[in-house]
């Protein structure tokens, strides 16, 4: 069975420029988590989608978006790039009806803004 | 909202115990889980734990105490490979599924 996939693998951007992330989910899996992983710190929560729907979003400004296709393959989209939005971005996905909701993470997207 | 501690770096010999600890507050316990995350890579499922006690699979051990806001993760018979970081995640009651993560435990097996 395939696992969670990212692409692209290194992104490479300037300040002010837009960035766009993609994640594909293991087969079967509804919903699809989105985090911000920058050096030092924690896994930051910033969105989690489900059928196609925004269920939640974390602590981070708005021109942090995405959204989630009909096939359950989701984009990251970043606006406005700043410095400190250089970090690791995961993609993670789970059966949306699963009790203990664990979490398959992908191997990331490193982000890199100059 | 949630506040999760857990060290920053813990060190070990080849073939020792180590025991990594993560306290936690929150409003509505509804289960804690334990990642690992070598560099570079994704982080993978250890274990999840609900109840109180002691979960138990093959060298890895998850440990449980609600009253205590406490957990810890026990790694028996350490491997070279055992090197990564270990995060722990807390969820919440309220309908969200999503957990909170610290900021993880980097751990360094020396021979």
């Known amino acids: 069975e395939a696992g969670v996939t990212q692409s692209p693998t290194h992104l490479i951007k300037t300040r002010g420029q837009q960035a766009t992330l993609r994640c594909s989910p293991i087969?079967?899996?509804?919903?699809v988590y989105w985090y911000q992983q920058a050096l030092g710190l924690g896994l930051q929560f910033l969105l989690w989608y489900d059928e196609g729907e925004e269920r939640n979003r974390g602590n981070f400004p708005p021109r942090f978006s995405g959204r989630q296709f009909p096939n359950y393959s989701s984009e990251l989209n970043v606006n406005a790039l700043e410095l400190e939005d250089s970090a690791l971005y995961l993609c993670?996905?789970?059966?949306?009806?699963?009790?203990?909701?664990?979490?398959?993470f992908g191997p990331g997207t490193r982000l890199t803004v100059l | 909202g949630q506040n999760i501690d857990q060290p920053t770096e813990m060190t070990a010999t080849e073939g020792a115990i180590v025991q990594i600890n993560c306290t936690y507050q929150t409003s509505g316990f509804n289960g804690l889980f334990w990642y690992q995350q070598h560099a570079g890579e994704a982080p993978t499922f250890l274990s999840y734990n609900v109840l109180d006690g002691l979960e138990e699979k093959g060298r890895f051990s998850s440990f449980l105490s609600r009253s205590k806001g406490y957990s810890y993760l026990l790694l028996k018979e350490l491997q070279m490979k055992d090197s990564a970081s270990y995060l722990c995640a807390v969820r919440e009651k309220g309908g969200s599924y999503i957990p909170t993560f610290g900021r993880g435990t980097s751990l360094i097996v020396h021979p």
């Open positions: 087969s079967g899996h509804t919903s």
């Open positions: 993670a996905s789970s059966k949306r009806t699963s009790g203990n909701n664990e979490q398959f």
